[in-house]
């Protein structure tokens, strides 16, 4: 089966003030020059999306949202819709990320919900699951990560595009990673969940890894089976690392 190209998605989770455009200006003069066949994204911060907008404008970087509610609209102080994301810019949007499932109590369901909403206006989800260091320790990371994949995609993703990202929570922003047939191993279940809960058409959908990708890792971790992207955190804030993960890809 054939698989999509790389997707390669910069989160700059909450950091970036209109200053820091400069880093994604850096990063489309340079991305001119690359020939690497993939997809590449940035997600800001919900004030920078409009702003970003119009700095990618006409390029090949789409642009992304970091999160959106699951209602279209109301009394939800201090929540971005995905319709207004898609009003500011935004293609795609990362959900269930582990920060928000952990720090924001997130379950399953709630990412489900957000997912229909996503796709509702025609945004592309990246849905996030990961194991804790203790359900690893413990031999869980498959069955937990398995679950949240089954528990998390939304009917109507059989016939959207899509994607899910591995994230191991003790390898976010640790410099930590698991080993590659570790990565191997949880992506095959990743895969399979999927397909349990969507059918065959989940087979298309690329499977992305994030936790801590650096530019001295990103080849080797790209270069393994079923990995179909990155989700890049600390390292998409500065161009030229995020520009040496996309040469990578
Ligand atoms: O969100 C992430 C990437 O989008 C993930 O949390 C990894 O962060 P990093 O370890 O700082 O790359």
């Known amino acids: 089966m054939k698989q999509s190209v790389k997707l390669i998605v910069g989160n700059w989770k909450m950091h970036g003030v209109a200053a820091d455009l400069v880093e994604a200006r850096a990063l489309i003069e340079s991305v001119h020059d690359v020939r690497a066949d993939c997809r590449i994204a940035l997600c800001p911060p919900a004030t920078l999306t409009d702003r970003m907008r119009q700095v990618l404008a006409g390029g090949r970087i789409e642009l992304g949202g970091q999160d959106c509610h699951q209602a279209p609209s109301g009394a939800c102080t201090g929540s971005v819709s995905a319709e207004m994301l898609v009003d500011a810019g935004a293609t795609l949007v990362i959900l269930g990320h582990s920060e928000r499932r952990g720090a924001f109590g997130e379950t399953n369901e709630e990412v489900s919900a957000k997912v229909e909403a996503a796709i509702a206006v025609g945004l592309e989800p990246i849905v996030c ?121």
Not at 144 to 157: K, P, R, T, Y
Not at 205 to 221: F, R
């Open 129 to 249: 699951v990961g194991e804790t260091l203790e359900q690893r320790e413990a031999g869980q990371a498959a069955a937990i990560v398995s679950a949240q994949v089954e528990g998390s995609l939304a009917d109507g993703l059989s016939e959207r595009p899509f994607a899910v990202a591995y994230e191991p929570v003790w390898a976010i922003g640790t410099g930590l990673t698991p080993s590659l047939e570790q990565i191997a191993e949880v992506h095959a279940a990743v895969r399979s969940a999927m397909i349990r809960r969507l059918g065959q058409a989940a087979r298309r959908a690329p499977i992305l890894y994030g936790g801590s990708v650096k530019p001295d890792n990103a080849a080797e971790i790209l270069g393994v089976s079923e990995v179909g992207g990155a989700l890049v955190g600390g390292a998409s804030l500065k161009a030229e690392d995020f520009l040496k993960i996309i040469r990578a890809a």
